[in-house]
């Protein structure tokens, strides 16, 4: 269930409609303009304040590269494998990462971060992480991203904990670092918190990001049936949430909504609709019984209310284990310093979530919190002057913290 979780094509348009949405700034335009502004104003209070302020031009650069989908920052990048301890005398699971780093440089006692994607089919193929994967080591950090191989099919799973926490030994050896800095976007964030409190891996993380994360996956589990966000303090609110989202809840519970001889037809059908191949999805459907395939058409329609109360139910049963992934209440063994970022308006997981996290987080370790307008589920947006510059600070705290490893 993600941050990342792909949304549909946009719809086209007529072509002099086109030709005018072109001629108008787009908000990845207004965001580089406004950031140029930034630079300035930055350059100023250097003058000023007499202030080195290099990590927050280099937060501008970071940033403006992963605005710009045109821009390949040039740095080595890898494909590698570790392995994850299985116990018991069992074989270790291998996991495939990619790991990026300055271009010609040595890893060796360079700063470092393992980067955890979200719910997404494309794992760490997925662009927009390639993007800020290069972005940051193009910044001067070595970074890993591991293959979690449950959130890419779409599941939050407590072995995903093992990956990640396996993936930070695995970057400190190569780094010979006794700690690195752990980066988790959407419902890798979730478990990147999970991760760095878990008593394992915990002494090997110096600090932590969690990008539009989730605090409870339960709570997270019932905004995407109610359209209800349950707040910190206050009543609950309405917000729309992301057509995918139920979608997703059955797809990781699948044996629980249809029956057993029409669970590969309808697990195959919903994999490939939200791989955006709806024409295979549609001819897949038609394996499955007359009830099945009129409750998958529901699902495709996005008709929530239908299967609202099978929906709510899978919930409650599933309470248990989605506690188990939930850094909510879990995070008392958390010592790294804790960064916490989100966007406004996100519908997939709502900045809420983040706001639950602040109070989880011990306050010891807890170092930033940013609820930005500027951001849509990971992804910049629309930002105003302040928004930027609040961005940039929040960045330039993550490029300080990766180099105080040194």
């Not at 799973?157 to 670092?177: D, F, K, Q, W, Y």
């Not at 905004?223 to 729309?240: A, R, Y």
């Not at 804790?338 to 979530?353: F, K, M, N, Q, S």
């Amino acid at each position: 269930m993600d941050h990342a979780m792909e949304t549909p094509p946009s719809a086209r348009t007529d072509e002099p409609d086109e030709i005018a949405r072109q001629a108008r700034p787009t908000p990845r335009r207004r965001w580089r303009r406004a950031v140029l502004f930034v630079v300035g104003v930055l350059g100023i209070l250097a003058i000023v304040f007499a202030r080195d302020v290099s990590h927050h031009v280099r937060a501008l650069e970071l940033l403006l590269a992963f605005s710009n989908p045109a821009v390949k920052p040039v740095v080595d990048d890898a494909m590698t494998t570790f392995e994850v301890p299985a116990g018991g005398g069992l074989p270790a699971r291998k996991v495939a990462a990619r790991l990026y780093s300055p271009p010609g440089g040595s890893v060796d006692g360079a700063p470092a971060v393992v980067l955890v994607h979200g719910v997404h089919r494309l794992g760490i193929e997925e662009p927009r992480l390639q993007r800020f994967a290069r972005s940051l080591a193009a910044a001067g950090i070595v970074v890993l991203t591991p293959q979690v191989d449950e959130l890419a099919d779409y599941h939050v799973a407590p072995s995903s904990i093992e990956t990640v926490g396996a993936s930070v030994n695995a970057l400190r050896e190569r780094t010979r670092h006794a700690q690195v800095g752990l980066v988790g976007t959407s419902f890798g964030g979730g478990i990147a918190l999970l991760a760095a409190a878990d008593p394992r891996f915990a002494d090997g993380v110096s600090f932590v990001v969690a990008v539009g994360a989730h605090d409870d996956l339960e709570r997270v589990s019932r905004f995407f049936v109610t359209d209800s966000i349950e707040q910190v303090s206050g009543p609950p609110k309405p917000l729309l949430a992301h057509e995918y989202g139920a979608m997703v809840l059955v797809y990781s519970h699948i044996e629980d909504f249809f029956p057993a001889e029409d669970v590969p037809a309808a697990r195959e059908a919903l994999r490939l609709w939200l791989w955006e191949k709806r024409d295979d999805a549609r001819e897949e459907e038609k394996k499955l019984s007359p009830e099945s395939r009129a409750k998958i058409d529901r699902l495709f329609a996005t008709d929530v209310a239908a299967v609202r109360p099978e929906l709510l139910a899978e919930i409650e049963r599933q309470a248990s284990r989605m506690k188990d992934v939930s850094p909510h209440g879990r995070l008392g063994g958390l010592r790294a310093r804790t960064y916490l970022l989100h966007g406004e308006g996100d519908t997939v997981i709502p900045a809420t979530e983040t706001r639950w996290l602040a109070h989880d987080v011990p306050p010891s370790s807890l170092r930033d919190v940013l609820v930005s307008p500027a951001i849509v589920h990971v992804e910049l947006e629309k930002p105003t002057m302040l928004d930027q510059l609040e961005i940039v600070h929040f960045m330039a705290h993550v490029i300080d913290e990766a180099e105080a490893e040194n």
